[in-house]
T-cell receptor
């Protein structure tokens, strides 16, 4: 158990809908990362937050957004969902920034868009 | 731009045999390199990392990796694999923005 929790574990929704994925980092970790893992694209970095501020952006679509709250939990919002958004979404946390050092991954949220 | 190549999509090894998973990177400066493992249905877990110093790095679960600057490689090794090692293995390099660039992964299959 990495100490990172993600909810929900599974999410099934329809095209055009909006969903919110939630992540609670390990106690004391200030950095949160979001990743998308799919069969065709592999593991893609989406976005990083550090202590409430956006730190870095990766291959995140404009339909996606994220935020980190004062209690350090983070949410990833996916809107106008398309079939191609079906994937496993991971959250990871680490204590430090800016270096990556060791990232601790949650178990992921599997999103299925029908 | 930085990149990571894991040339083997799948590797099949007999239980008890030795293992080497290949990773090649493209990065101008001294790289920070990582190997992570993803067991089925789970998130990724760090096996080992190289920042500097001794080029042979020891990790968890009996894994080691050797950094070879001349070959731009960071191959992962284990002398004797166990059935529980069946998983997907990812190599990553930290880029100039301190973000991880990931390889495509190598799926390890263990033959009994």
């Amino acid at each position: 158990d990495s100490g990172v929790t993600q909810t929900p574990k599974h999410l099934i929704t329809a095209t055009g809908q909006r969903v919110t994925l939630r992540c609670s980092p390990r106690s004391g970790d200030l950095s949160v990362y979001w990743y998308q893992q799919s069969l065709d694209q592999g593991l893609q970095f989406l976005i990083q937050y550090y202590n409430g501020e956006e730190r870095a952006k990766g291959n995140i679509l404009e339909r996606f957004s994220a935020q980190q709250f004062p209690d350090l939990h983070s949410e990833l919002n996916l809107s106008s969902l398309e079939l191609g958004d079906s994937a496993l979404y991971f959250c990871a946390s680490s204590p430090l920034a800016p270096r990556s050092d060791e990232q601790f991954f949650g178990p992921g949220t599997r999103l299925t868009v029908l | 731009a930085q990149s990571v190549t894991q040339p083997d999509i799948h590797i099949t090894v007999s239980e008890g045999a030795s293992l080497e998973l290949r990773c090649n990177y493209s990065y101008g400066a001294t790289p920070y390199l990582f190997w992570y493992v993803q067991s089925p249905g789970q998130g990724l877990q760090l096996l080992l990392k190289y920042f500097s110093g001794d080029t042979l790095v020891q990790g968890i679960k009996g894994f080691e990796a050797e950094f070879k600057r001349s070959q731009s490689s960071f191959n992962l090794r284990k002398p004797s694999v166990h059935w529980s090692d069946a998983a997907e293995y990812f190599c990553a390099v930290e880029d100039s923005n301190y973000q991880l660039i990931w390889g495509a992964g190598t799926k390890l299959i263990i033959k009994p």
